[in-house]
């Protein structure tokens, strides 16, 4: 496991010189609490990021005025459970064998200790509430509290849009938004956040929007109409060199567009990042009128990009840049730089060593990321680590400022951001970019974890469900709240 740094060195505040000299006890400074906002499926149509013109965002927009915000931030996996598993325990895909949505990442990573856990050994108070890790496979040794929602609100005829494509849908809802789950966890963490604490706190608080389906209250809907939505910008024969296994399902697209619904998902899901938005503005404007304003880092995430009709794909499961490129903006205490745009390449398992280190927590020797305190100091500071992203042990990409490299065991693709940022031209077979290409490759693990994982589905019913709860309140992690998936370590 690679291993990028030292662990820190901490020198107590009371001095023995100065104690010795009769000097004044210094005043120890107070621990550093931490708010971090995961945002589920969100691209990079965000503001600041600049995917999409007609994108609105304010309140993310203005989180990245007051802090550092990563333009070329990465997923480690392109889907919810091994992105989350990794960004929560600091291990890659490559390292843990937890490459899949079905995958039981405790089972991957028996003895991991997730970042909450981290914190609560170092006298934390860890709350989180919402979609944190993916689907049921929380645990209830993770956190101090947990804050669940009976699930979203959802229009009374489904699919609204007549296609047959799972949980494919969109639609406005007729609601408050105090009547929506995303909401109800918003308002749960400003309730925390408004708070004096005995403790230093590590607050998750994730949204589940824009994640499909995309329902929504009304008037978020009514910003965008769909005969003004702009599509996203595609090449005819963008797929002629592309090798056979990197091509996901290609029938969203045709369906999408051959019933004519083109605009009318995309200005749904233009709908769904605002609501998403307000509930982020919603967590903010509790934490800045509260007593913890001066004292906390915010971490604002999202587990993967996503495709809405580029290369013909809708959804993640791919390893080009919409399904790997993701939103990252660090602000509040300990970072220095504001209103900066970071163009280094990172990945989301620096995020588990940057709010430790923020946090002045000692950094955990297995950790696979760097802590980005460098960057959030000066954002134009030397950085010279790729990203990489995995699909499956012979499935993976990796990404400098300027390269993407992905290897397929059917074949490989080549793409030179400088001059090719919609990734339309593949290199990979030109002799002039072979040694590139085989820069490039050399980065990827070269022993990637090829470990047998429990399947999520085959676990007994008593190990999935994350027993609902009522909304409004929160409860202790016990066993009256949710079980451990697998046995392990506390």
């Given at each position: 496991?690679?291993?990028?740094?030292?662990?820190?060195?901490?020198i107590?505040?009371?001095?023995?010189?100065?104690?010795?000299?009769g000097c004044?006890?210094?005043?120890?400074p107070e621990?550093?609490?931490?708010?971090?906002?995961?945002?589920?499926?969100?691209?990079?149509?965000?503001?600041?990021?600049?995917?999409h013109?007609?994108?609105?965002?304010?309140?993310?927009?203005?989180l990245?005025?007051?802090?550092?915000?990563f333009?070329?931030?990465?997923?480690?996996?392109?889907?919810?459970?091994?992105?989350?598993?990794?960004?929560?325990t600091?291990?890659?895909?490559?390292?843990?064998g937890?490459?899949?949505?079905n995958?039981?990442?405790?089972?991957?990573?028996?003895?991991?200790?997730?970042?909450p856990?981290?914190?609560?050994?170092?006298?934390?108070?860890?709350?989180?509430?919402?979609k944190?890790?993916?689907?049921?496979?929380?645990?209830?040794?993770?956190?101090?509290?947990?804050?669940?929602?009976?699930?979203y609100?959802?229009?009374?005829e489904f699919?609204?849009?007549?296609?047959?494509?799972?949980?494919?849908?969109?639609?406005?809802?007729?609601?408050?938004?105090?009547?929506?789950?995303?909401?109800?966890?918003a308002e749960?963490?400003?309730d925390?956040?408004?708070?004096?604490?005995?403790?230093?706190f590590?607050?998750?608080?994730?949204?589940?929007?824009?994640?499909?389906?995309?329902y929504?209250?009304?008037?978020?809907?009514?910003?965008?109409?769909?005969?003004?939505?702009?599509?996203?910008?595609?090449?005819?024969?963008d797929?002629?060199?592309?090798?056979?296994?990197?091509?996901?399902?290609?029938?969203?697209?045709?369906?999408?567009?051959?019933?004519?619904?083109?605009k009318?998902?995309?200005?749904?899901?233009l709908?769904?990042?605002?609501?998403a938005?307000?509930?982020?503005?919603?967590?903010?404007k509790?934490?800045d009128?509260g007593?913890n304003?001066?004292?906390?880092?915010?971490?604002?995430?999202?587990d993967h990009?996503?495709?809405?009709?580029?290369?013909?794909?809708w959804?993640?499961?791919t390893?080009?840049?919409?399904?790997?490129?993701?939103?990252?903006?660090?602000?509040?205490?300990?970072?220095?730089?504001q209103?900066?745009?970071?163009e280094?390449?990172?990945?989301?398992?620096?995020?588990y060593p940057?709010?430790?280190?923020?946090?002045?927590?000692?950094?955990?020797?297995?950790?696979?990321?760097?802590?980005?305190r460098?960057?959030?100091?000066?954002?134009q500071?030397?950085?010279?680590?790729?990203?990489?992203?995995?699909l499956?042990?012979d499935?993976?990409?990796?990404r400098?400022?300027?390269?993407?490299?992905?290897?397929?065991?059917?074949?490989?693709?080549?793409?030179?951001h400088?001059?090719?940022?919609?990734?339309?031209?593949?290199?990979?077979?030109a002799?002039?970019?072979?040694?590139?290409?085989?820069?490039?490759?050399?980065m990827?693990?070269?022993?990637?974890?090829?470990?047998?994982?429990?399947?999520y589905?085959?676990?007994?019913?008593e190990?999935?469900?994350?027993e609902?709860l009522?909304?409004?309140?929160?409860?202790?992690?016990?066993?009256d709240?949710?079980?451990d998936?697998?046995?392990?370590?506390?």
């Amino acid at each position: 496991m690679s291993q990028s740094f030292s662990r820190r060195e901490f020198i107590g505040a009371a001095g023995v010189g100065a104690a010795a000299a009769g000097c004044s006890r210094p005043v120890e400074p107070e621990p550093t609490n931490v708010l971090m906002i995961s945002v589920d499926d969100l691209n990079d149509w965000v503001g600041v990021f600049g995917g999409h013109a007609q994108t609105l965002t304010p309140h993310m927009d203005a989180l990245a005025s007051r802090g550092v915000a990563f333009r070329r931030a990465y997923c480690q996996a392109p889907m919810c459970n091994p992105s989350r598993a990794s960004l929560m325990t600091g291990i890659r895909p490559s390292t843990s064998g937890c490459y899949q949505n079905n995958d039981v990442w405790r089972d991957a990573m028996p003895d991991a200790v997730t970042m909450p856990q981290h914190f609560m050994q170092q006298g934390y108070e860890a709350l989180g509430g919402g979609k944190i890790y993916h689907s049921n496979q929380n645990e209830a040794r993770s956190w101090n509290y947990y804050f669940t929602t009976k699930g979203y609100l959802a229009p009374d005829e489904f699919p609204v849009n007549g296609l047959d494509r799972g949980h494919f849908d969109c639609s406005p809802i007729v609601a408050e938004d105090e009547d929506t789950s995303d909401t109800m966890i918003a308002e749960w963490a400003g309730d925390y956040l408004a708070k004096e604490h005995e403790k230093p706190f590590f607050l998750a608080a994730g949204l589940y929007r824009p994640h499909l389906p995309w329902y929504a209250p009304e008037k978020y809907f009514e910003k965008f109409p769909e005969a003004e939505t702009i599509l996203p910008e595609i090449l005819e024969g963008d797929l002629d060199d592309i090798p056979p296994g990197a091509l996901r399902s290609l029938r969203d697209h045709a369906e999408v567009t051959g019933s004519g619904q083109w605009k009318r998902a995309v200005a749904a899901y233009l709908a769904c990042i605002h609501y998403a938005d307000q509930n982020v503005g919603r967590i903010l404007k509790a934490l800045d009128e509260g007593p913890n304003a001066d004292n906390t880092t915010i971490c604002l995430w999202t587990d993967h990009g996503w495709h809405l009709g580029e290369k013909q794909h809708w959804r993640k499961f791919t390893l080009w840049e919409e399904s790997c490129r993701v939103p990252l903006i660090f602000a509040g205490k300990g970072v220095s730089a504001q209103g900066a745009v970071c163009e280094r390449t990172v990945e989301l398992l620096d995020v588990y060593p940057t709010l430790a280190d923020l946090a002045g927590l000692p950094l955990r020797p297995e950790l696979d990321g760097v802590s980005l305190r460098p960057l959030l100091q000066r954002p134009q500071s030397r950085h010279d680590r790729p990203a990489m992203t995995h699909l499956g042990p012979d499935q993976a990409t990796v990404r400098t400022e300027r390269w993407r490299y992905i290897t397929y065991p059917d074949g490989e693709q080549l793409y030179d951001h400088d001059h090719d940022p919609m990734e339309w031209r593949n290199l990979a077979d030109a002799p002039e970019f072979a040694e590139v290409k085989r820069e490039l490759a050399a980065m990827l693990p070269q022993n990637p974890s090829r470990k047998e994982v429990q399947g999520y589905n085959e676990l007994p019913d008593e190990m999935k469900q994350l027993e609902p709860l009522d909304p409004g309140r929160h409860h202790k992690s016990d066993p009256d709240n949710h079980v451990d998936l697998l046995p392990g370590p506390r």
